[in-house]
T-cell receptor, first 116, second 115 residues
Framework: DGGITQSPKYLFRKEGQNVTLSCEQN?????MYWYRQDPGQGLRLIYY???????QKGDIAEGYSVSREKKESFPLTVTSAQKNPTAFYLC???????????????FGPGTRLTVL | AQTVTQSQPEMSVQEAETVTLSCTYD???????LFWYKQPPSRQMILVIR??????QNATENRFSVNFQKAAKSFSLKISDSQLGDAAMYFCAYRSPQGAQKLVFGQGTRLTINP
């Protein structure tokens, strides 16, 4: 089955620790995205990548880092610099990043991060 | 920058009735895409319906339809014959055709279906 997997589903972290959230897709999509979801708010973009070895900051990138060494993988690291990291994190991918044609974003099941 | 506003934090409807969820957006672009996503308790984001701004005809997907008013920058979702499985958070989203094609989301509307 093609799709996007995120692991783990639930993650607990102590204050001051870095933690990495996994996102893998087997849809052969070029573009990948990380969103953060807080209660009462919509999804906000953290980072995105249009091609391998390239990525750009989204609207709330401070305290986060990413890498894109493989087309299928786009891990997100939540660093100790992130002031309020407790949230639900969603990864998404889409076929192509450029152009005006319609490109649907497909979402993974998400990771719930709680800082203790 | 584009913004999306959903002014109804919560809505409820009787099973089998019709409900309309509101969404307004702000943009200076003439061409763009609009989406409604559903997020059930499982928290999986599911695309419900999409609309291209250059198309005047409102999109329809089975029981789901939109009322797209480009001049008013309004994009409402109508759910007909509501079913218990429609209970979820609904998010309106905007996407520019240019650049990285990232989605800009509204705050969401929680829809409750009363049996």
């Amino acid at each position: 089955d093609g799709g996007i997997t995120q692991s783990p589903k639930y993650l607990f972290r102590k204050e001051g620790q870095n933690v990495t959230l996994s996102c893998e897709q087997n849809l052969n999509h070029d573009a990948m995205y990380w969103y953060r979801q807080d209660p009462g708010q919509g999804l906000r973009l953290i980072y995105y990548s249009q091609i391998v070895n390239d990525f750009q900051k989204g609207d709330i990138a401070e305290g986060y880092s990413v890498s894109r060494e493989k087309k299928e993988s786009f891990p997100l690291t939540v660093t100790s610099a992130q002031k309020n990291p407790t949230a639900f994190y969603l990864c998404a991918s889409s076929p192509t990043a450029a152009g005006s044609s319609y490109n649907e974003q497909f979402f993974g099941p998400g990771t719930r991060l709680t800082v203790l | 920058a584009q913004t999306v506003t959903q002014s109804q934090p919560e809505m409820s409807v009787q099973e089998a009735e019709t409900v309309t969820l509101s969404c307004t957006y702000d943009t200076s672009e003439s061409d763009y895409y609009l989406f409604w996503y559903k997020q059930p308790p499982s928290r999986q984001m599911i695309l419900v319906i999409r609309q291209e701004a250059y198309k005047q005809q409102n999109a329809t997907e089975n029981r789901f339809s939109v009322n797209f008013q480009k001049a008013a920058k309004s994009f409402s979702l109508k759910i007909s014959d509501s079913q218990l499985g429609d209970a979820a958070m609904y998010f309106c989203a905007y996407r520019s055709p240019q650049g990285a094609q990232k989605l800009v989301f509204g705050q969401g509307t929680r829809l409750t279906i009363n049996p």
